[in-house]
T-cell receptor, first 111, second 121 residues
């Protein structure tokens, strides 16, 4: 049972444009959601999070939107930079700290 | 921010031997740590929750006798892959839950180690 799904395995964007990464979930019990960035053979790096009672959180170039009725969240990166190229994971979390990850989306930002 | 250190980053071992992976929280005490496994081109899958001073909680399908977890102190959790086989080859990552309140004001943020690439030959 895939509780968190990232249906797009990859995304290619031109430098300076917006990158939109999507994530769907089925578990209504998540207390918060997080986005992580990961390079091969490294641990994930935290990007941004959002509480389940919020619908938007912004941090610099990164904005996460949460639509609870649709059980959907998205990460917007504006403007996209080549250094943003990586695998992006969304995750749902419980108050206990347990995280459930999506499959990841490979983002490639072209110069 | 909080730092979690994982060691070793890479290990190659012979089939049948055991391998120990360490996960340390360097600047905070972590009563709970988590161990994940990532197969190639797949998501991170939670293996077990490591609780300081008590037994680990394993996810369904994870063999507790195969993957021994010890959380002897508030800053150290270890994962031992016993009698390793080639199918155990994978990328193992630990995480520690940030203390309350966290560096960014959220007590639910988790910090990850660098990961360990295990290859069993």
């Amino acid at each position: 049972d895939q509780q968190v799904k990232q249906n797009s395995p990859s995304l290619s964007v031109q430098e300076g444009r917006i990158s939109i990464l999507n994530c769907d979930y089925t578990n209504s019990m998540f207390d918060y959601f997080l986005w992580y960035k990961k390079y091969p053979a490294e641990g994930p790096t935290f990007l941004i999070s959002i509480s389940s009672i919020k619908d938007k959180n912004e941090d610099g170039r990164f904005t996460v939107f949460l639509n609870k009725s649709a059980k959907h969240l998205s990460l917007h990166i504006v403007p996209s930079q080549p250094g943003d190229s990586a695998v992006y994971f969304c995750a749902g979390g419980t108050s206990y700290g347990k995280l459930t990850f999506g499959q990841g989306t490979i983002l490639t930002v072209h110069p | 921010g909080a730092v979690v250190s994982q060691h070793p980053s890479r290990v190659i071992c012979k089939s049948g031997t055991s391998v120990k992976i360490e996960c340390r929280s360097l600047d905070f005490q972590a009563t709970t740590m988590f161990w994940y496994r990532q197969f190639p081109k797949k998501s991170l899958m939670l293996m077990a929750t490591s609780n300081e001073g008590s037994k680990a909680t394993y996810e369904q399908g994870v063999e507790k006798d195969k993957f021994l977890i010890n959380h002897a102190s508030l800053t150290l959790s270890t994962l031992t892959v016993t009698s390793a086989h080639p199918e155990d080859s994978s990328f193992y990552i630990c995480s520690a839950r940030a203390p309350s309140p966290g560096p960014r004001g959220m007590n639910t943020e988790a910090f990850f180690g660098q990961g360990t690439r295990l290859t069993v030959v």
